[in-house]
């Protein structure tokens, strides 16, 4: 059996230092209820959106993944929701963020902290015609999510 051990290589540090050092500041001003996230300075700015870009085969699944954990240690953010382009995409970021050695990796760094992943299928939104469709399960626990060591966020295709 083959044991994968991850490492964080400079071009990846690079690019979560310029994510954490372009994020805005929380919003000391507003208060935030249990189920949210701490309020962000220019939230809902578009112009402010982080969109983490690299290269095929450069690591951006294991940036975008420590830019979770970062994030929640940094700024106390707790609710995430990557978007991918493909289902091949969204697979493998499955496979990544529920493999041992990516939670094994993960934990040296931020101890007592775990992803809790939770999918979100195109289909999960359709409905029978003339029928409106109840709000996916995983999209509202993903809502409801209250702070816990665990970090929900949602892939969605």
């Known amino acids: ?58 690591g951006k699944t294991y940036v975008y993944t420590r830019a979770l954990y970062e994030l929640n240690q940094k700024y106390g953010l707790y609710k995430f929701i990557i978007v991918v382009p493909s289902l091949a995409i969204k697979e493998g970021t499955k496979n990544f963020i529920e493999s041992d050695y990516a939670r094994e990796h993960f934990s040296k760094f931020f101890p007592n902290k775990k992803i809790e992943l939770q999918i979100i299928r195109a289909g999960d939104f359709n409905g029978k015609k003339g029928k409106r469709k109840n709000i996916p399960v995983s999209l509202m626990q993903f809502c409801e999510a209250t702070k816990t060591k665990k970090i929900p966020f949602n892939v969605y295709c």
């Open 1 to 58: 059996m083959m044991n994968i051990h991850l490492e964080e290589l400079a071009h990846q540090r690079d690019a979560l230092d310029a994510v954490l050092n372009y994020f805005p500041a929380r919003d000391e001003m507003q208060t935030s209820p249990v189920f949210a996230n701490p309020v962000l300075q220019n939230a809902g700015d578009e112009s402010a959106f982080i969109d983490i870009k690299m290269e095929t085969g450069t």
